[in-house]
């Protein structure tokens, strides 16, 4: 299956340590993920995004564009493919508009389902998947169902109304294809629905059977007594809700983040529409 990573921080940052050097960073795992990559990065709230159709540890574009950009925003994705052909079209990540999406997953049955799912879609986005996996119609599938409720793509979206949107887009798709298989060493042919979506302003990670992680502190943070954002949730669980910065993983990147497991059905997320200068954070649990 695919690997994902991204954060959302108040302070730019560069992703080459990540992406990397790391022992288990997306390079190195890009060895038995050789079916492409992308990375998204937001300047001035808008989204680039950089991807290819070849594998990332030997792809010198990939390590230029880590080890370059300095964003607030970052998405990066690595493939290794279960639908749709090796081609820069069904490359992850997806765009549309300041919207970003990245899925690590399958849907069991893909040409069973395919028309039913793509209904979901409204007629004014339908156009613009342009590939043949299922993960890019999931994506529109989301921004359907975020549009429906907001009436708009464009304005700002707390982690709460993300992630109230994403349920219910995730509830009709689930209505079609059943339900996703709960065990990250399954098959790869049964349905898995992990992601992460972002504006660049609002991020949301779903845990939807392959493994995903999060992180908002450290064990150390070697620029504590220079970073003038420096305060004592960068070295602990927030108190009161807001953080500094939330980075997913599919997997615990080494170095000094404190990294949780996300269990199946559980959305993380956040904002930086209520605070000046933090990021609210949602953790939701599965509703049992």
């Not at 997306?26 to 079916?35: A, K, N, T």
């Not at 907001?150 to 349920?167: R, Y």
């Not at 992680?213 to 305060?231: A, I, M, N």
Request: some cysteine.
């Amino acid at each position: 299956m695919c690997r994902l990573f991204a954060f959302r921080s108040i302070i730019p940052s560069q992703v080459h340590q990540s992406l990397l050097h790391a022992e288990n960073g997306l390079c190195e795992l890009s060895l038995d993920h050789p079916d492409g990559w992308g990375v998204s990065y937001y300047i001035e709230g808008a989204p680039h995004v950089v991807k290819s159709e070849n594998a990332a540890f030997d792809d010198h574009i990939f390590r230029r564009v880590s080890g370059v950009v300095a964003s607030q925003t970052v998405l990066a994705h690595i493939r290794k493919a279960t639908l749709g052909n090796q081609s820069i079209l069904n490359t992850h990540p997806f765009q549309y508009g300041r919207w970003v999406f990245a899925h690590n997953g399958n849907i069991k049955n893909w040409k069973k389902h395919k028309d039913d799912l793509r209904r979901l879609v409204s007629l004014p986005l339908s156009r613009y998947i342009l590939g043949d996996t299922d993960s890019e119609t999931l994506f529109f599938i989301f921004l359907t169902e975020l549009f429906n409720e907001h009436q708009s793509l464009t304005k700002g979206l707390t982690a709460e109304q993300l992630i109230e949107g994403c349920q219910k887009a995730l509830d009709k798709i689930r209505a079609i294809v059943g339900p996703y298989l709960t065990q990250d060493d399954g098959p790869p042919s049964e349905t898995y629905l992990t992601f992460i979506l972002t504006n660049g302003s609002s991020i949301v990670g779903f845990q939807g059977g392959k493994n995903l992680y999060y992180s908002t502190y450290k064990t150390l943070c070697h620029e504590s007594k220079t970073c003038s954002y420096f305060e004592a949730s960068c070295h602990a669980p927030s108190e009161d809700g807001t953080v500094n910065h939330l980075i997913l993983s599919s997997a615990p990147i080494d170095g000094e983040n404190i990294w949780h497991p996300l269990a199946p059905g559980d959305f993380v997320a956040s904002d930086d529409l209520r605070h000046p200068h933090k990021i609210s954070m949602i953790y939701k649990k599965k509703a049992l």
